[in-house]
């Protein structure tokens, strides 16, 4: 392999913290790498009521929806139907309240997993299930 292609995540702990993921690590056998990506992988929860920004009622509620995601690729439009992506959004004004860096995030995904169809199976996809798609693998 050319060049450095291991990318690091750093995250900041404690030494007491960092000494128990290395233990909770080593208790399953586990890399730090392995050990992070099952968590993730397995982290799983509903996200808190928020105060929406429109109306200031404290009713955002988040869903997973079917959305249209239009991608640009040497000059042709392509539309990826995504299932399952998130959207919070107020019961009470029902306006979509958007998190930029949130937004910014699944973009990034959806670009880098249209690249990698393309370069792997040739084709742009039709869909992609945002659920599957979130899923590490630890492969690049
Ligand atoms: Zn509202």
Not at 19 to 44: F, G, P, T
Not at 56 to 74: A, G, N, P, Q, R
Not at 96 to 101: A, G, N, T, V
Request: charge should be neutral; include cysteine; glycine fraction near 2%.
């Amino acid at each position: 392999m050319i060049g450095d292609s291991k990318k690091h995540l750093v995250s900041t702990m404690t030494e007491r913290d960092k000494l128990k993921a290395n233990l909770k690590s080593s208790l399953y056998s586990l890399s730090i790498d392995e050990l992070v990506i099952q968590a993730i992988n397995s982290y799983e929860r509903e996200i808190e009521p928020m105060n929406c920004p429109y109306c200031k009622e404290k009713t955002v509620v988040s869903s997973k929806e079917k959305m249209v995601y239009s991608i640009s690729i040497d000059n042709q439009d392509y539309d990826v139907r995504i299932i399952n992506y998130p959207r919070n959004y107020c019961k009470s004004c029902n306006k979509e309240f958007k998190d930029h860096q949130t937004t910014m995030f699944l973009s990034e995904l959806i670009d880098m997993e249209v690249f990698r169809a393309l370069r792997y199976e040739g084709e742009v996809p039709k869909e992609f299930d945002l659920r599957k798609l979130i899923v590490m693998s630890g492969k690049e």
